[in-house]
């Protein structure tokens, strides 16, 4: 019997995470100076436009996935902005001392940064980019649109939605005491893979302890999606092999927005990815970029 609440107790404390907290020990900074690749420096293309459009990378990725929306929305009179937080593709032992608060905190300053030079800022993001593209809605309604792309609202929800990303993070909790990382290391390139992918910039192993603070901050991101009511589009690949698709299943019936524009394919299995960081691959990111210009310039009657 005692074995058993035992077991019970520490399925609580990994699943559940009683007591946990999480507070923002590190105010990051902007610093390029030393990174794993020229490629995932910020990419920043101002044109003396009145609008813009903030790209935010996802977990543990760059802002190179953006070089080609980016470039298509600074000719379409957006300037355009995918700043790299800090501490991602530069030194792992930085990377390990910080947690998604500390990263949320800088992109929401970055946000306010564009807000106070520009009539009207549009936000997008892929995977973490996209979750924290919905805390941004969340906490500013005058963001004027917003794209979500393949974004996680929950990891491990199998009673409630049937959903579990990874069951080994489960024992995140647990190892997060005792690991800070399992096989980290700079990737450059995903040499076997291909569609653009095999261009991928960021780190690659596990991060327990970073891993655990993004699984504890998607449960606020999904209490609070009825604050989200500007127009929004959703896409989502049905065969995403990193963020389950059930997750935009959760997100559209949970946003408060009355325009909502929702993609839901299907690519082909020839392409050796994940089929996850969707406006990099060279197949598809034309037509979604498109599908997201548009949508903005519609929801919110802009001119190109």
């Not at 996935?65 to 995918?82: C, H, I, L, R």
């Not at 024992?171 to 291909?194: C, E, M, Q, Y």
């Not at 993609?263 to 020839?270: F, V």
Request: hydrophobic share 40%; with cysteine.
């Amino acid at each position: 019997m005692i074995a058993l609440f035992l077991l019970i107790l520490f399925v609580i404390w990994n699943v559940y995470l009683p007591f946990y907290q999480e507070r923002i020990h590190n105010h990051l900074k902007r610093d390029e100076s030393n990174l794993i690749s020229e490629k995932a420096r910020s990419i920043e293309i101002r044109k003396g436009n009145s609008r813009a459009v903030l790209f935010i990378h996802g977990y543990p990725s760059s802002p190179d996935m953006y070089s080609y929306p980016a470039k298509v929305f600074s000719e379409s009179g957006y300037d355009a902005f995918a700043p790299l937080i800090p501490t991602f593709a530069s030194d792992i032992k930085a990377f390990e001392k910080t947690n998604f608060s500390e990263w949320f905190e800088y992109i929401d300053s970055y946000y306010l940064s564009l807000k106070g030079e520009y009539e009207k800022v549009y936000v997008a993001g892929v995977s973490m980019g996209g979750a924290m593209t919905l805390k941004l809605a969340e906490r500013h309604p005058e963001i004027p649109a917003i794209a979500v792309l393949a974004a996680p609202v929950t990891y491990n929800s199998l009673i409630r939605d049937g959903i579990v990303t990874d069951w080994r993070t489960y024992f995140a909790r647990t190892i997060a005491l005792f690991v800070k990382n399992i096989n980290g290391s700079a990737v450059l390139s995903h040499p076997d893979s291909n569609d653009g992918d095999e261009n991928w910039i960021g780190y690659g192993g596990v991060f327990p302890r970073q891993g655990l603070s993004l699984i504890f901050n998607l449960k606020a991101i999904r209490r609070d999606l009825g604050k989200v009511k500007c127009p929004a589009i959703l896409i989502h690949d049905k065969g995403d092999k990193t963020v389950p698709f059930g997750n935009q299943r959760i997100i559209r019936s949970s946003i408060s927005s009355k325009k909502v524009k929702v993609l839901s394919p299907r690519m082909d299995d020839r392409y050796k990815h994940s089929h996850h960081s969707l406006l990099m691959y060279e197949s598809v990111r034309k037509e979604y970029t498109d599908d997201i210009l548009s949508f903005f310039m519609e929801a919110t009657d802009d001119k190109a």
